[in-house]
T-cell receptor, first 114, second 114 residues
Framework: QQQVKQSPQSLIVQKGGIPIINCAYE??????FPWYQQFPGKGPALLIA?????SEKKEGRFTISFNKSAKQFSLHIMDSQPGDSATYFC?????????????FGTGTRLQVFP | GAGVSQSPSNKVTEKGKDVELRCDPI?????LYWYRQSLGQGLEFLIY????????KSGLPSDRFSAERTGGSVSTLTIQRTQQEDSAVYLC????????????FGPGTRLTVT
């Protein structure tokens, strides 16, 4: 059972565009929602994360929007650059002591063309 | 400072052989996680350690998979009698402790079973 659904599978934008990647979760016990960026041949790198007590978080050109009632969250990349071309994964985890594993979405491959 | 390191970076093995994959977490990080990333897929949780104990082994796909951690640092993931479906990138992550949700990933070990 997939607990975190991510869309789209791939995304192509031009430089300066604002790609948006969406994720939806099912488990209301999730309380931590990170986004990871992965370049080919590298491990995922933490980009930005949000907890459900806020509806939006910005770090540089990256913004997470969070809708708790809809159980959805999304990543917006402002003024996208070719260097942002990578695969992006959303994830979710519970805050309890016994289960801190991350449940990942299936990833979105982003291509930013000059 | 030094990040999470994994070795080997690539491993090709014949079906039926045993393999060992190693992970060195960030110094001082007490929590350690193993994930598996199959081609074009998201990341699948395998097991995590808090110190030397493994409270959650629920992600291990079969009894051919095992992992241990000694001295609260280095971890080894062992796959016995490898099968072709074991081919994947095995990723290790660490975090300061189980209450710190920020997981930092290593570069992974690409395992190919022929």
């Amino acid at each position: 059972q997939q607990q975190v659904k991510q869309s789209p599978q791939s995304l192509i934008v031009q430089k300066g565009g604002i790609p948006i990647i969406n994720c939806a979760y099912e488990n209301t016990a999730f309380d931590y929602f990170p986004w990871y960026q992965q370049f080919p041949g590298k491990g995922p790198a933490l980009l930005i994360a949000i907890r459900p007590d806020v509806s939006e978080k910005k770090e540089g050109r990256f913004t997470i929007s969070f809708n708790k009632s809809a159980k959805q969250f999304s990543l917006h990349i402002m003024d996208s650059q070719p260097g942002d071309s990578a695969t992006y994964f959303c994830a979710a985890s519970r805050g309890s002591y016994n289960t801190d594993k991350l449940i990942f979405g299936t990833g979105t491959r982003l291509q930013v063309f000059p | 400072g030094a990040g999470v390191s994994q070795s080997p970076s690539n491993k090709v093995t014949e079906k039926g052989k045993d393999v060992e994959l190693r992970c060195d977490p960030i110094s001082g990080h007490t929590a350690l996680y193993w994930y598996r990333q199959s081609l074009g897929q998201g990341l699948e949780f395998l097991i995590y350690f808090q110190g030397n104990s493994a409270p959650d082994k629920s992600g291990l796909p079969s009894d051919r998979f095992s992992a241990e951690r000694t001295g609260g640092s280095v971890s080894t993931l062992t796959i016995q009698r490898t099968q072709q479906e074991d081919s994947a990138v095995y990723l290790c992550a660490s975090s300061l402790d189980l209450y710190d949700h920020e997981q930092y990933f290593g570069p992974g070990t690409r395992l190919t079973v022929t």
